[in-house]
């Protein structure tokens, strides 16, 4: 990224890290989601990284509830000064480390994880150059047999539901000014022998067709306000996920040989 986009992205997110449970996201239904679903797979007790760790709110309930420990990473020295404190004030902050770093590459200087997971946070970076070099060193930072937990936002999961919405007379929804979607296709040429994307779940497919979909068309056609926890949002939230493929967060799982 040159300096001065990182820098106007940097801002960004430094002016979001007070917004609390919002900090990540407006989304927060989408945050539980994503949360439950590391809850889901994390294995308990495992040393876990988290990669663009915001205010620390997924990794702190990971040590809290699957007795994990490890090490949160920002560029944001906001995000990181919450979580810490956040940690803290919850007694758990003798089993996990916040650091400010920024990627690429994902640094490696902490002893090797069980699991690494990003949610939403290598979209930031500017380029798909730079988003290979992230993702790619992500197997430096692992244990062998270890796994990334890749979630973050894809072009086809955004057009499948666009292709709805647009039938529905929606306008399409675009990436946001500083968001750069992957291209599913293009992150799996990237596996190696050694470190290769395992599988790809739809992590939040059944939450983005009821709410970008149906709940948008029924808003505009009542003129209400659209409400991130409108009651179909709440209700989408609880059903299993996989309901299609729709939605541009994926969860991509890579593992290291
Ligand atoms: C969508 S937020 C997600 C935060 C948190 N993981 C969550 O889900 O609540 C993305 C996070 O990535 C961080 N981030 C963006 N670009 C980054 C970079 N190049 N290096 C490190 N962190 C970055 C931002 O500061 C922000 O906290």
Known sequence: MNNQANDSVLKFWDERAS?????????????????SYLLDTIPRGSRVLDIGC?????????VD??????????????????????????GLGERVEWHRRGVPPVPNEWAQFDVAY?????????????Q?????????????????????????????????????????MDAPWHNLFFHLHEVKSWSTPSFYMEKVVHVSSTYHLLSRVVN??????????????????????????????FGPVKACIWRKT
């Open 19 to 35: 917004l609390g449970d919002l900090a990540g996201t407006n989304d927060f239904v989408l945050t539980g989601i994503e949360q």
């Open 216 to 245: 948008a068309k029924l808003a505009a056609d009542s003129g209400e306000a659209l409400r991130y926890d409108s009651a179909i949002n709440l209700l989408a939230a609880q059903l299993p996920q996989e309901i299609g493929e």
């Open 118 to 130: 990003s949610q939403r946070c290598l979209i930031n970076l500017a380029s798909a150059e730079q």
């Open 65 to 90: 509830q699957k007795g994990c420990t490890g090490v949160g990473i920002d560029f944001s020295e906001e995000m990181v000064k919450l979580a810490k404190q956040a940690s803290q004030s919850q």
């Open 54 to 62: 915001g205010n620390g709110s997924s990794l702190i309930k990971l």
């Open 132 to 172: 290979k070099e992230a993702v790619l060193s992500v197997k430096d930072t692992l244990n062998s047999g270890g796994i990334y937990i890749m979630i973050e936002c894809f072009m086809e999961g955004a057009e499948e539901t666009n292709l709805l919405r647009r039938r529905l007379g929606l306008q399409a």
